[in-house]
């Protein structure tokens, strides 16, 4: 059987297309498995930068808690103020460095991502790694003061 494109500029014939050939499918087995390792890369991406916003968000509520004791001497109440007052102060700088980054025009070439800032986040770029982190360390604070007022 032949096939004979209708432009006359682009003929293109094309014998013995009964043939079933198996490896026709393959690519598009590869690119679904590629897309779905990508997924499940994003999705690993986007639960680890809130937990490590987390963790950095609950060492500056400690370090602080702990200077709030010092300084008020030995008063909770002052101590988890302090703590509070510091984690919002901490979330506004971090929004003002994102805030920051996102004025600056273009993206960084693949080749000046740092390798190590990659082996944390394989599909997320700094910006969207820094919005996420900036996420934990929100939830935490909110949690924090949810624990004061309540």
């Given at each position: 059987m032949k096939y004979t494109d209708d432009n006359n500029w682009n003929s293109d014939c094309y014998s013995n297309m009964d043939n079933n050939d198996t490896n026709v499918n393959d690519t598009n087995d590869i690119n679904s498995n590629?897309?779905?390792?990508k997924v499940l890369l994003?999705?690993?991406d986007?639960?680890?930068a809130p937990l490590i916003g987390g963790v950095i968000g609950l060492l500056?509520?400690?370090v602080f808690f702990i200077i709030g004791l010092l300084i008020g001497t030995g008063d909770i109440i002052i101590a988890f103020e302090a703590s509070r007052n510091a984690g919002f102060i901490v979330i506004g700088l971090l929004t003002f460095i994102l805030a920051g980054m996102f004025l600056t025009n273009g993206k960084k070439k693949e080749e000046a991502v740092n390798p190590a800032f990659k082996r944390y986040f394989a599909i997320l770029g700094y910006k969207s790694a820094l919005l996420l982190i900036i996420?934990?360390?929100i939830i935490v604070s909110f949690a924090f003061d949810y624990?004061?007022?309540h």
């Open positions: 590629g897309n779905a390792r994003l999705v690993g986007v639960i680890h500056f509520k400690i996420l934990g360390v624990l004061l007022f």
